[in-house]
């Protein structure tokens, strides 16, 4: 059985730095090329980040260029995001999944950007 369990998700200021992670299970993920998306209030879900199998090709959003890092750990099914420079509009609920995406979304975490 697929599972995609995100974490890390939380309140923070504007400015401010988060790292989420996504443990992954059930399937083949060193073969995958995963990404990370997201969903913000009253809108569609989004595209913010992939990589691929080795990490070495790697794919952002415009508005994650330069603030966001995507990373994984092929040991341990996990991958990660890193945020800086946290802006009001990044406030999302955040998942991650294959790129394209193969399985069912897991509940994601909440990234709340406020002051």
């Known amino acids: 059985q697929v599972q995609l369990v995100e974490s890390g998700g939380g309140l923070v200021q504007p400015g401010g730095s988060l790292r989420l992670s996504c443990a992954a299970s059930?399937?083949?993920?060193?073969?995958?090329?995963m990404g990370w998306f997201r969903q913000p209030p009253g809108k569609e879900r989004e595209f913010v980040a992939t990589?691929?199998?080795?990490?070495?090709?790697?794919n952002y959003a415009d508005s994650a260029k330069g603030r966001f890092t995507i990373s994984r750990d092929n040991a341990k099914n996990t991958v990660y995001l890193q945020m800086n420079s946290l802006k009001p509009d990044d406030t999302a609920v955040y998942y991650c999944n294959t790129a394209p995406n193969m399985f069912s979304w897991g509940k994601g975490t909440l990234v709340t950007v406020s002051s």
């Open positions: 990589i691929n199998w080795s990490a070495s090709t790697k």
């Open positions: 059930g399937f083949a993920f060193s073969s995958y090329t």
